[in-house]
């Protein structure tokens, strides 16, 4: 059974900070991209920041130059550093993973989401 478990969202004031932690557990065979999503309600789910395997990464428009994304491989762990946070950035944040089990056969995981509410 594929885990991915989130932390590390709270309330924050605006212009603050917060580093959410997600990681992976299970029957994991390789990890490939693994990524930050968010979502307030009543509205679709949108891309943060994904990194690959290797390191590369992507970022939102509205979050480039305040969020980091980064992975420790070892632990099956990707971070987001979130600095310079604002009211718009108040949702929950999902984690996301493509992984396999079985080898040559990758699959799609979220995890349960953290909320973040920015707000003074």
């Known amino acids: 059974q594929v885990q991915l478990v989130e932390s590390g969202g709270g309330l924050v004031q605006p212009g603050g900070s917060l580093r959410l932690s997600c990681a992976a557990s299970?029957?994991?065979?390789?990890?490939?991209?693994m990524g930050w999503y968010r979502q307030v309600p009543g509205k679709q789910r949108d891309l943060v920041a994904t990194?690959?395997?290797?390191?590369?990464?992507n970022y939102a428009d509205s979050v480039k130059g305040r969020f980091t994304i980064s992975r420790d491989n070892a632990k099956k762990t990707i971070y987001l550093q979130m600095n310079v946070l604002k009211p718009e950035d108040t949702a929950v944040y999902y984690c996301?993973?493509?992984?396999?089990?079985?080898?040559?056969?990758?699959?799609?995981?979220w995890g349960r989401g953290t909320q973040v509410t920015v707000s003074s």
């Open positions: 996301n993973a493509d992984l396999t089990v079985v080898p040559g056969h990758i699959d799609n995981y």
């Open positions: 299970g029957s994991i065979f390789s990890i490939y991209t």
């Open positions: 990194i690959t395997n290797g390191g590369s990464t």
